[in-house]
């Protein structure tokens, strides 16, 4: 495809149940990103890979978040015993260099997860 | 800490006005400060890009302009469109991988 696309675009779930969010980004791009974006706010930075680097998990807000990157390419969100405060919209974004080198960040449509 | 200020918060113009938002920001080491349109319900979309050494980029009726001195950027849009309704978010990039976000200002267009 030509731009990144995530699956689902939304997803309802029970409170405790386990989700998994994925993401396709555009073929040959290194870097990929985790944002959640909560209603109103800002973007908050969940977790980035690049190439076979090991990803930088420091922006996921608990143990119970992990994301994996699979042969450098897709990438599964995972959240587990899922509360209501992880509502929100969870983007995806490639790139195919640094972003601090200018390099374009593109991004996907996008879940919204809404935990009841 | 690293901070990016956008405001104002929210504005309201009518179609076919001109507007301007506000940026602020105390991001060190600075790479690069990007403008993003992000409509509702649809991932953020890049408007311009610009480092230490641009004072204004353009695209379309979008003008970016940075001054690196004071720490301020501002976006100025040209004979806004309904179509412009949106969240135009500042983002600054550090010395590393990772970008800062503002809150964005959302921004209405009525006809």
């Known amino acids: 495809g030509a731009g990144v696309s995530q699956s689902p675009s939304n997803k309802v779930t029970e409170k405790g149940k386990d989700v998994e969010l994925r993401c396709d980004p555009i073929?040959?791009?290194?870097?990929l990103y985790w944002y959640r974006q909560s209603l109103g706010q800002g973007l908050e930075f969940l977790i980035y890979f690049q190439g076979n680097s090991a990803p930088d998990k420091s922006g996921l807000p608990s143990d119970r978040f992990s994301a994996e990157r699979t042969g450098g390419s897709v990438s599964t969100l995972t959240i587990q015993r899922t509360q209501q405060e992880d509502s929100a919209v969870y983007l995806c974004a490639s790139s195919s260099g640094p972003v601090r080198s200018s390099y374009e960040q593109y991004f996907g449509p996008g879940t919204r997860l809404t935990v009841t | 800490k690293n901070q990016v200020e956008q405001s104002p918060q929210s504005l309201i113009i009518l179609e076919g006005k001109n507007c301007t938002l506000q940026?602020?920001?105390?991001?060190?080491?600075?790479?690069?400060l990007r403008w993003y349109k992000q409509d509702t319900g649809r991932g953020p979309v890049s408007l311009t890009i610009m480092t230490f050494s641009e004072n204004t980029k353009s695209n379309g009726r979008y003008t970016a302009t940075l001054d690196a001195d004071t720490k301020q950027s501002s976006l100025h849009i040209t004979a806004s469109q309904l179509s412009d309704s949106a969240s135009y978010i500042c983002?600054?990039?550090?010395?590393?991988?990772?970008?800062?976000w503002g809150a964005g200002t959302k921004l209405i267009i009525k006809p």
């Open positions: 940026c602020n920001y105390t991001v060190s080491p600075f790479s690069n």
């Open positions: 983002v600054v990039s550090g010395g590393n991988y990772q970008l800062i």
């Open positions: 073929s040959g791009h290194t870097a």
